[in-house]
């Protein structure tokens, strides 16, 4: 770039004061199709002049001419007629310039230091989509001309298309806008930074926005279809930082609702209690999604319970996103990108799920160079390194966390204090650029976590993912993605404490998936989404055996379960005026529960018990046992009421083949996957919902109002005293529930200025009914009880108070109503003690919920040149020491009832977090 | 199994950062008062006992309100064969009568307000013996644990219950008593110092060889002990009575235990509702509270001595202990501020209510009697002097 500029400088310079002078000599020249090259090599060797340009100026210029006896000017006259190149020549020197160089006067501040690039004027490059070129188009002044300049006399539109990239790392942008004014359209790219923009051909301004990047423009001149990558700045060093983020834009020009983006950047900005950033811990600062307790990182969203989540790296559906038990989110905060989390527009390629997806993307590797980062905390430390394999084409990302949580283990009385834990997880992800048109993308993950208690008891889970994916480039209108994965969750459980007793317990649940998703942009005022998956699991949900030869224990193995969960969309987002856009989707689902197996029916209108089975029916391996077939509809409508304001509606109805058992208030690592069989009805879901949303100070607050109305039906409960591991009949444990939840949700982000975060109140409601006329006794007797997660109000705020570059302080502030329990309305003495006996389920609430932290980051000086860059992260947890009660409890203690409020982090627990980047 | 790790590991967060408070919400004492049956058909050579209760509001003062005046009868599905008498508030017990073991029996309970409870039939379970007690040394805590087995593998499901009968000492031993007029030696009868205590199990035990190729029962805690408790200072009893129970009447126990044992952990099972074999034949939606079981019971006791247990188990008084002196002529102002005199120690309800333990001469030739609060001198106060008949 540099080099560019100073050839730009140069021109002016040798423009300024050189006449033209045209030379006497008289040439015979024959151009076809010739390059610049060619031209001035055979100029240079009839005339002896010297010519001076920059050949990549004129890489896509081919000179037709054929001239005899003509003088040196008029021939490059001839070459240049009808282009925007131009050529001064001073006696024997010559220069090639492009675009109106030489009419323009000098550039403001040539004179000083330094040039400005900003102040350059504009100078016009040809890049012909024939010639396979793919223009790096950095510079904001330098008119691009996209296509092949031979159609610009042609009317009509064309497509541009490419990629945003960061300019430093090359990593892909998603989610920048592209807007084009004069033409009143513009465009997202997608999670590759891929955009497509079709335009009426000829001149536009395109600026681009993205959320900590520099706003940026790109003059083009658009002759027919073409390509532009377009790399962007870091915003790191301007001193009066205007960030102007893609969702705030997005958020009221897109036709999705509950959809919110938050980047790492922010994520990092809100204080985590150990001090590393907890990717699962951010979102539950986002309306509508509320968490059980401290210590859980399950989180529920608009109503639905936590296994109605899908949660996605990178394409890789991570079954269980928690360490240590739910203290710690399984994501690398330093490989992670951004999180998307959608609340109710769930895009037509995504399913299986009803209530939310989170998709958690993943840098991608540096492609221009090694860099590198790592973390030290006080219970967890991490390392990334990245860069590229070849330069600019192959890039991988490396991302390690473990902890050394030990010596919190060694602080606690003699009876844990032979307990271990640790774990890790592993990040590994490749990149490789094939050609402009095909990428290869490897992902990998890995996660473990182990605990041996008053060590007789081990203890330990697993995640095991990865991901092959290939996106191809049809043209500059359509491009498909391809991927193949597998996903795995295990745990296995180990007891050699009683010799006779001892036992080893596994579980795991395999998915295998195929998936292809394309992307076609026929117009600017149709987005189509088409594409097919299928995914295949295979689970084992408990394999209980004896361990060691002392041990009687009799193996109990629950066969094998198989199904198939296949899906066809397609959708549009159709813009149909200037005002509204349309968005309608369907999904058609089939789900088939797969043999081997053996499935019991039982006699109608009696209880679903082992004694009124009446007859089995045997599958054989891979046998279709049933077909679900489930079309799902995915619609939502934007229309803009004013500049800024829009209104959106949507509704949108789901199936969920792949429960979770479990039937305590959290979900923990051992519980139990099932798949829906005949008798394992899948759960459904509906929900409609409406929003208003506003942007204000140019797009730099973000505000939303958002209500919804969810129906979830078919949705699991348990019988009382159910077992539900190890059983070979779970459907006579579960209890098929009806479930409502409704919500208002405001949300305000500020993303600019000295203060930035978000704030966001939330007043819901859920409830769940058993109403199956087989159960007897039925919870509240058949009538609608609130949810665990049931807290009907609900507020956040998050923020960042930007003293300087360096130093930013952050506050946090979570309020809600306790969650429900159920609690003790009346004793009595059995077997010994005094016991209790509760009232209906979910009747009281524990204590309403406070908390607030606050952070000090200081970040490193940015002096470039420093070869690593430390980061401090300082902060109090829970400043106010509230005593939040995690859970309550009622025990007898030597034949007496008392009641107990458990809090976790019940004092303010100061962090530290230091970071280096290299 | 998971339970525990999840308790472990939260109560290790917990004894860091967190905190355990008491917790009493206000609660809606609607008027829930339900009828409330334990006990079991005894077809062995023990009494049938079923008490009979009723639930009493969580707020209420009162622990137990017995159903009184029931009329308790056990039959088979053909005949009554069995009727109890209500021997003291709510107990209704019959005598020792062995019963046909391969019959099924059930409770039948007219209570007081006209209202008649029907249990299931229920088999009865011969229950096999005990094979041994034992116990080990698990950190600084004691124990205790039965071995069991069924050649037949048929009882499967058993529960425990157990009394424990312990002997202590006070802190300071007392060989001096006041008359009213002087300090006297105790005779034997008058002996403060050592004494016998017993207790009955406060938790639900319960074990399952459902999962063993093998009806074995190895190693069952039964009692944990801390290595400081005053039941192991000197020697230490445990009766243990153990009965074999249908899977249905385990599930039940197993109910019972989560409800209240091991609640309110966010990991924990949420409450769920007790339902047991017991119905009111009117209406069958009115919730009883019981599971009636039939059947045989095996008792076994063992005798655990203080030298048979380690060294590093050092018995914690419950309460501090230290000595006064009471001087038997003037205090020597000029040495002590305020001291006792020897009057104070002569009333036999002494205001100080102390205990005199020992005479003594100081430097300065000054005599007095050593005394101590009466929780450090008199055993009595928490145990009976006369050693139960089995004591050995």
């Known amino acids: 770039m540099k080099h560019l500029y100073l050839f730009i400088f140069c021109c002016f310079f040798c423009c300024d004061y050189a006449s033209a002078q045209v030379a006497g000599k008289l040439l015979d020249v024959n151009y076809q199709k010739a390059s610049i090259d060619e031209v001035v090599t055979d100029l240079e060797a009839k005339t002896g002049n010297h010519f001076y340009y920059d050949p990549v100026l004129f890489d896509s210029l081919k000179v037709t001419v054929q001239a005899s006896r003509q003088s040196l000017s008029n021939i490059l006259e001839l070459a240049f007629k009808s282009t925007d190149y131009h050529y001064a020549i001073n006696g024997q020197e010559i220069l090639l310039t492009k675009g109106k160089v030489i009419q323009t006067d000098l550039a403001d501040g040539f004179f000083g230091s330094k040039p400005l690039p900003g102040k350059a004027a504009a100078v016009t490059q040809v890049f012909d989509e024939k010639e396979k070129t793919t223009t790096e188009a950095t510079i904001e002044n330098k008119i691009y001309d996209v296509g092949l300049k031979s159609a610009l006399t042609g009317k009509g539109t064309a497509t541009i298309a490419g990629y945003v990239k960061e300019i430093k790392t090359g990593e892909p942008i998603a989610g920048a806008i592209l807007y084009v004014p004069d033409a009143k359209t513009g465009a997202n790219t997608d999670q590759f930074g891929f955009y497509s923009l079709t335009l009426p051909k000829g001149k536009h301004v395109i600026t681009i926005r993205y959320i900590g990047t520099r706003d940026a423009k790109r003059q083009i001149v658009l002759y027919s279809d073409g390509k532009l990558n377009i790399d962007l700045q870091e915003q790191i060093q301007s001193l009066k930082e205007v960030k102007i983020s893609a969702d705030k834009v997005a958020n009221v020009r897109s036709p999705q609702l509950g959809v919110t983006r938050m980047d790492i950047k922010s994520i990092k900005e809100i204080p985590a209690v150990f001090g590393e950033p907890d990717i699962l811990r951010a979102i539950l600062v986002l309306p509508g999604v509320q968490s059980v307790g401290e210590a859980t990182t399950n989180f529920n969203v608009r109503g639905g319970s936590a296994d109605q989540n899908l949660v996605l790296l990178d394409g890789l559906t991570i079954y269980n996103p928690a360490h240590f038990f739910g203290f710690f989110s399984a994501f690398n905060p330093d490989i992670v990108k951004d999180i998307e989390l959608y609340k109710a527009s769930i895009p037509e390629r995504f399913g299986g799920r009803l209530s939310s997806v989170l998709e958690v993307s993943g840098r991608e590797g540096n492609k221009k160079k090694f860099t590198g980062s790592a973390g030290l905390g006080i219970l967890t430390s991490r390392l990334n390194i990245e860069g590229p394999i070849v330069k600019d084409k192959t890039s991988f990302i490396f991302g390690g966390r473990t902890t050394y949580s030990n010596w919190l283990l060694n602080l606690l009385p003699e009876a844990y204090k032979h307990s271990k834990a640790s774990f890790y997880d592993f990040n590994f992800d490749l990149t490789h650029q094939i050609d402009d048109k095909n990428t290869l993308y490897l992902y990998s993950y890995l996660s473990n976590d182990n605990f041996k208690l008053n060590s007789d008891t081990t203890y330990n889970y697993s995640n095991k993912n990865i991901a092959l994916k290939w996106k191809h480039t049809y043209n500059n209108k359509l491009y498909g993605l391809i991927s193949a994965g597998f996903d795995r969750y295990q745990y296995g459980l180990q007891s050699d404490g009683n010799p006779i007793n001892a036992y080893k317990l596994n579980f795991n649940i395999n998915q295998s998936n195929f998936k292809a998703d394309f992307s076609y942009y026929p117009n600017n005022q149709h987005t189509i989404t088409f594409g097919l998956s299928s995914t295949y699991y295979k689970l084992h949900a408990g394999n209980f055996e004896p361990s060691g030869a002392q041990s009687l224990v009799r193996s109990n193995i629950v066969p094998v379960q198989q199904g198939l969960e296949s899906a066809l969309y397609a959708g549009d987002k159709f813009d149909v005026s200037d005002d509204l856009t349309v968005s309608a989707g369907v999904r058609l689902m089939i789900y088939n529960p797969l043999g081997p197996g053996t499935i019991n029916n039982y006699a109608p209108n009696l209880p679903r018990q082992t004694n009124y089975i009446i007859d089995s029916v045997t599958y054989k391996s891979n046998q279709v046992m049933q077909t679900y077939f489930n079309p799902e509809i995915r619609l939502s409508a934007r229309y803009n009421l004013g500049d800024n304001l829009s209104v959106k509606a949507g509704y949108n109805n789901l199936h969920q083949y792949l429960h979770l058992l479990s039937n305590s208030t959290a979900i923990s690592p051992t519980d139990v996957f099932q798949l829906s069989n005949p008798n394992v009805k899948p759960q459904r879901g509906d929900q409609i919902s409406l929003g208003l949303y506003k942007n204000l100070k140019s797009n730099t607050i973000e505000t939303s109002v958002e209500v919804y109305y969810k129906r979830i039906r078919d949705y699991l409960d348990y019988r009382s005293g159910a077992m539900l591991q190890l059983n070979h009949h779970i459907e006579t444990d579960i209890i098929n529930t009806e479930g409502k939840a409704y919500g208002i949700e405001f949300f305000m982000r500020k993303t600019a200025g000295k203060l930035t975060g978000i704030m966001s109140y939330t007043y819901s409601r859920t409830f769940l009914k058993q109403n199956d006329p087989l159960v007897q006794p039925l919870v509240n007797n058949g009538d609608y009880y609130p949810a665990n997660y049931d807290k009907p109000h609900s507020f956040n705020f998050t923020g960042s108070y930007h003293i300087s570059h360096r130093y930013s302080f952050q506050f946090n502030f979570v309020y809600s109503t306790g969650r429900p329990i159920t609690l003790p309305i009346s004793r009595f003495i059995y077997d010994g003690s005094e016991r209790v006996y509760y009232s209906s389920r979910n009747a009281y609430r524990i204590p309403d919920y406070f908390r607030s932290d606050f952070s000090l980051n200081i970040l490193p000086n940015h002096v470039i040149a420093k070869t690593t860059h430390n980061s401090w992260t300082i902060g109090v947890y829970n400043i106010t020491g509230q005593q939040n009660a995690y859970s309550t409890f009622f025990t007898q203690e030597g034949g007496v009832i008392k009641g107990y409020k458990l809090s976790i982090f019940a004092a303010p627990i100061p962090f530290i977090n230091y970071n280096i980047i290299f | ?392």
Not at chain 2, 53 to 72: L, W
Not at chain 2, 163 to 191: C, H, L
Not at chain 2, 225 to 249: F, N, P
Not at chain 2, 283 to 308: C, H, N, W
Request: hydrophobic share 35%; proline share 5%; with cysteine.
């Open chain 2, 1 to 392: 199994m998971k339970k525990v790790l999840y308790l472990s590991i939260i109560g290790a967060i917990i004894v860091v950062f967190g905190c355990r408070k008491a917790f009493n919400p206000v609660i809606d004492t609607a008027d829930v008062n339900i009828l409330v049956v334990e006990g079991m058909v005894n077809t062995g050579t023990d009494s049938t006992i079923i008490k009979l209760s009723r639930t009493v509001p969580i707020g209420n003062k009162t622990t137990v309100s017995s159903e009184t005046k029931a009329v308790v009868t056990i039959e088979t599905a053909q005949a009554t064969i069995l009727t109890l008498t209500e021997n003291a508030r709510g107990i209704y017990v019959a005598p020792p009568k062995t019963l046909d073991n391969t019959k099924q029996y059930r409770v039948r309970i007219r209570t007081v307000n006209g209202k008649v409870y029907l249990s299931d039939l229920v088999d009865a379970k011969v229950t096999p013996p005990i094979d041994s007690i034992g116990f080990l040394v698990k950190d600084d805590k004691l124990q205790v644990y039965a071995n069991t087995h069924d050649a037949t593998n048929k009882t499967r499901y058993y529960r425990y219950s157990f009394r424990e009968t312990w002997m202590f000492n006070s802190n300071y031993p007392s060989n001096f008593i006041t008359n009213g007029k002087d300090i006297v030696g105790r005779t034997p009868a008058q002996a403060i110092t050592t004494c016998f205590s017993s207790d009955t199990s406060a938790y639900t035990l319960i074990n399952s060889t459902a999962q063993l190729s093998q009806d074995v029962a190895f190693h069952v805690p039964i009692d944990l002990i801390d290595g400081t408790s005053e039941k192991i200072s000197i020697k230490y009893s445990i009766l243990l009575r153990q009965q074999g129970i249908t899977k249905e009447a385990y599930d039940f126990y197993e109910n019972l235990k989560k409800n209240t044992e091991s609640l309110g952990n966010i990991f924990d099972a949420q409450p769920s509702q007790l339902t047991g074999n017991i119905h009111n034949i009117a209406d069958a939606t009115e919730p009883v509270i019981g599971y009636m079981t039939a059947g045989t019971t095996q008792q076994k006791r063992i005798f655990i001595l203080k030298s048979q247990l380690p060294q590093s188990f050092v018995t914690k008084y419950p309460y501090g202990c230290e000595l006064d002196s009471a001087f038997n002529g003037p205090v020597p102002k000029d040495r002590f501020h305020s001291a006792y005199t020897i009057e104070t120690l002569i009333p036999i309800q002494n205001p100080i209510q102390s205990v005199v333990i020992l005479p003594f001469t100081s430097l300065a030739h000054e005599t007095g009697w050593l005394f101590t609060d009466r929780p450090c001198g008199d055993c009595t106060l928490r145990g009976a002097i006369k050693p139960p008949y089995f004591w050995k």
